[in-house]
């Protein structure tokens, strides 16, 4: 069984970086899987972030690429999402998940962490 983890904190201030980690315990991944950051600001839908894939090929989200670094620890069972210049519009519930990628579907998710954006 597969576990994910979100942390991080829950207040940033505007213009700077917001770092969040998931960890993930069990299971193993294949090399078209991906592990990635979505989030859901109030009142809106999920807006997928960004993945990186299992050989720590990374993707990101065309509007948020100029802000955005996924990275993975030494270990390989903690990705690190780091959001620069953060604003009041980054206010959201951030997720960790796993994306399948043969199958084209997210398996496995974290709980959430919210995190608030003060101006």
């Known amino acids: 069984q597969v576990q994910v983890q979100e942390s991080g904190p829950d207040l940033v201030k505007s213009s700077q970086t917001l770092s969040l980690t998931c960890t993930v315990s069990?299971?193993?991944?294949?090399?078209?899987?991906?592990w990635g950051w979505i989030r859901q600001p109030p009142e809106k839908g999920l807006e997928w972030i960004g993945f990186?894939?299992?050989?720590?090929?990374?993707f990101y989200s065309p509007s948020l690429k100029s802000r955005t670094s996924i990275s993975r620890d030494t270990s390989k069972n903690k990705f690190t999402l780091q959001l620069n210049y953060v604003t009041p519009e980054d206010t959201a519930v951030y997720y960790c998940?796993?994306?399948?990628?043969?199958?084209?579907?997210?398996?496995?998710w974290g709980q959430g962490t919210q995190v608030t954006i003060s101006s």
């Open positions: 990186m894939r299992t050989d720590v090929t990374t």
């Open positions: 998940a796993r994306y399948l990628g043969q199958e084209r579907l997210f398996d496995y």
């Open positions: 069990g299971g193993s991944s294949r090399f078209n899987d991906y």
